[in-house]
């Protein structure tokens, strides 16, 4: 990717299309003398915020605010201007003309972040959090990405990181000054350490699956035979009547998706059609296909029975399907219509599969709507009670993993009275992951697949 430091870059920083107000971003060496070209102002250069006009050629193009900050306490460390001017796509695209025509030029994805990455305002998994923040879907995935942006997860691997280099140092004195009177760690300290270490890294490891479902979201099939009640509880889910209702067994004949916040996680809903044995439409027959391939590629299944009724050949072909191995999701068991009389419980529906929880609900009245999403939640490792989530990424994981396995190898040689040499090479190998989480000396091909993936003007 073209990131040139020595250029003056620009770009729009608000989303596209028309709005009240646009800003646009220059940064680097030239940026004051390039946007004084074209922005006139009776304010004088000491005002850090300027009200004037944005002139091309002594013509007025927009009436404009412009915000100067001067490196390197800035976002990207460098000088820095904000421009801020009407909506209009016009002028939008006029006043980016006239900053490459006097200097600067596009901003490449993410070039502004990794500006401030390579100048040391925050380091890679910090400058990840950037654009894991502008792509939450919901207010918790938010909240977790500004705890990673505000360096908490950096702050973790650095305590790592800090225990490592210790430890490393008191294993290479040993291998240096063998024979001289210094304190070393005894096997048994060693040992402590690496446990210690292990311990730290591995719970690091644990929030990977949790902020997976936080920035991707899970998607829950509602299966079960015709007017079981699946295309009200999704209404019920909803707050709203986005499925058709009626007596007829068969109305669903194809999946319904809607989106939903279940505690934090973007949780995607999947009507289904119903699955029973026999059925001569045609159409009916491709509904429970893709009923099935919707529960084969769900995250989660919400099983759901017509408590009023009992239990049928239908029910048990389901079991069937579920139990023939296409299906590894974890499975919510939901007994419908708990407002009228029930012809089966918990215990009869408990011998059909191997469910995570069987919850009692009415979709009509929407009683037992609120702890079947506090079971999905669980599933998911959303706690009501924690609010404070870090966001682990793939390649966190990927890097943290190899860390893990250093540690354990240098525990084995430790716990065997191997040669500490060995030891050294892994704690070493460990340091390295901990180092390119952090940006330590990670290829910059690793960092031109991470920044391109940021939207341009941030």
Same mark, same amino acid.
């Given at each position: 990717?073209?990131?040139?430091?020595?250029?003056?870059?620009?770009?729009?920083?608000t989303?596209?299309?028309?709005?009240?107000?646009?800003?646009?971003?220059l940064?680097?060496?030239?940026?004051?003398?390039?946007?004084?070209?074209?922005?006139?102002?009776?304010?004088?250069?000491?005002?850090q915020?300027?009200?004037?006009?944005?002139?091309?050629?002594?013509?007025?193009?927009?009436?404009?605010?412009?915000?100067?900050?001067?490196?390197?306490?800035?976002?990207?460390?460098?000088?820095?201007?904000?421009?801020s001017?009407?909506?209009?796509?016009?002028?939008?695209?006029?006043?980016?003309?006239?900053?490459?025509k006097?200097?600067a030029?596009?901003?490449?994805p993410?070039?502004?972040?990794?500006?401030?990455?390579?100048?040391?305002?925050?380091d890679?998994?910090?400058?990840?959090?950037?654009?894991?923040?502008?792509?939450?879907?919901?207010e918790?995935?938010?909240?977790?990405?500004?705890?990673?942006?505000?360096g908490?997860?950096?702050?973790?691997?650095?305590?790592?990181?800090?225990?490592?280099?210790?430890?490393?140092?008191?294993?290479?004195?040993?291998?240096?000054?063998?024979?001289?009177?210094?304190?070393?760690?005894?096997?048994?300290?060693?040992?402590?350490?690496?446990?210690?270490?292990?311990?730290?890294?591995?719970?690091?490891?644990?929030?990977?699956?949790?902020?997976?479902?936080?920035q991707?979201?899970?998607?829950?099939? +509602?299966?079960? $035979?015709? /007017?079981? #009640?699946?295309?009200? %509880? @999704?209404? *019920?889910?909803?707050?709203?009547?986005?499925?058709?209702?009626?007596?007829?067994?068969?109305?669903?004949?194809?999946?319904?998706?809607?989106?939903?916040?279940?505690?934090?996680?973007?949780?995607?809903?999947i009507?289904t059609?119903?699955?029973?044995?026999?059925?001569?439409?045609?159409?009916?027959?491709?509904?429970?296909?893709?009923?099935?391939?919707?529960?084969?590629?769900?995250?989660?299944?919400?099983?759901?029975?017509?408590?009023?009724?009992?239990?049928?050949?239908n029910?048990?072909?389901?079991?069937?399907?579920?139990?023939?191995?296409?299906?590894?999701?974890?499975?919510?068991?939901?007994?419908?219509?708990?407002?009228?009389?029930?012809?089966?419980n918990q215990?009869?529906?408990?011998?059909?599969?191997?469910?995570?929880?069987i919850?009692? +609900?009415?979709? $009509?009245? /929407?009683? #037992?709507?609120?702890? %079947? @999403?506090? *079971?999905?939640?669980?599933?998911?490792?959303?706690?009501?009670?924690?609010?404070?989530?870090?966001?682990?990424?793939?390649?966190?994981?990927?890097?943290?993993?190899?860390?893990?396995?250093?540690?354990m190898?240098?525990?084995?040689?430790?716990?065997?009275?191997?040669?500490?040499?060995?030891?050294?090479l892994?704690?070493?190998?460990?340091?390295?992951?901990?180092?390119?989480?952090?940006?330590?000396?990670?290829?910059?091909?690793?960092?031109?697949t991470?920044?391109?993936?940021f939207?341009?003007?941030?």
């Amino acid at each position: 990717m073209n990131y040139l430091n020595e250029d003056t870059i620009a770009a729009l920083s608000t989303a596209a299309g028309k709005s009240a107000i646009a800003v646009i971003r220059l940064s680097g060496k030239q940026s004051f003398q390039i946007i004084n070209k074209i922005f006139k102002t009776a304010a004088g250069e000491g005002k850090q915020i300027r009200l004037g006009f944005i002139e091309n050629n002594g013509k007025k193009t927009d009436e404009a605010i412009c915000a100067f900050f001067t490196a390197p306490n800035t976002y990207t460390g460098e000088n820095l201007v904000e421009i801020s001017t009407h909506g209009n796509p016009v002028i939008i695209k006029e006043v980016l003309d006239l900053l490459y025509k006097n200097g600067a030029r596009a901003a490449e994805p993410g070039e502004f972040t990794y500006r401030a990455f390579v100048n040391g305002k925050m380091d890679l998994a910090e400058a990840e959090s950037v654009c894991a923040l502008i792509t939450s879907k919901t207010e918790t995935a938010a909240k977790a990405a500004l705890n990673n942006v505000s360096g908490k997860f950096s702050k973790e691997v650095r305590d790592i990181k800090h225990k490592l280099t210790r430890f490393l140092a008191h294993v290479e004195a040993s291998l240096d000054y063998p024979e001289d009177e210094i304190p070393f760690m005894t096997p048994k300290q060693k040992e402590e350490m690496l446990n210690s270490l292990i311990l730290t890294n591995q719970k690091l490891l644990d929030t990977y699956k949790v902020s997976e479902n936080l920035q991707k979201g899970m998607k829950a099939a +509602i299966i079960g $035979k015709p /007017n079981s #009640g699946k295309s009200s %509880l @999704l209404n *019920a889910v909803l707050g709203k009547d986005r499925a058709i209702v009626t007596e007829i067994a068969g109305t669903t004949t194809d999946t319904i998706e809607e989106i939903i916040d279940c505690r934090g996680i973007p949780l995607t809903i999947i009507d289904t059609a119903g699955i029973r044995l026999h059925t001569e439409n045609s159409i009916e027959l491709l509904g429970q296909e893709r009923s099935k391939e919707a529960a084969n590629k769900a995250d989660i299944l919400i099983w759901i029975f017509d408590a009023s009724a009992e239990l049928d050949k239908n029910d048990l072909e389901i079991a069937q399907y579920l139990s023939s191995g296409c299906v590894n999701a974890p499975i919510i068991g939901v007994a419908n219509k708990s407002d009228l009389p029930s012809k089966i419980n918990q215990n009869d529906i408990k011998n059909l599969a191997k469910f995570n929880t069987i919850i009692n +609900i009415s979709a $009509k009245s /929407n009683d #037992g709507i609120a702890k %079947l @999403l506090e *079971a999905i939640a669980e599933i998911a490792g959303i706690s009501d009670v924690q609010n404070d989530y870090l966001l682990v990424n793939s390649r966190h994981f990927a890097l943290l993993k190899n860390a893990r396995e250093a540690l354990m190898k240098a525990k084995e040689i430790v716990a065997n009275n191997k040669e500490d040499e060995i030891a050294a090479l892994e704690l070493k190998n460990a340091l390295s992951a901990a180092d390119e989480i952090l940006g330590i000396n990670t290829p910059q091909d690793i960092l031109d697949t991470i920044f391109k993936q940021f939207c341009i003007g941030k």
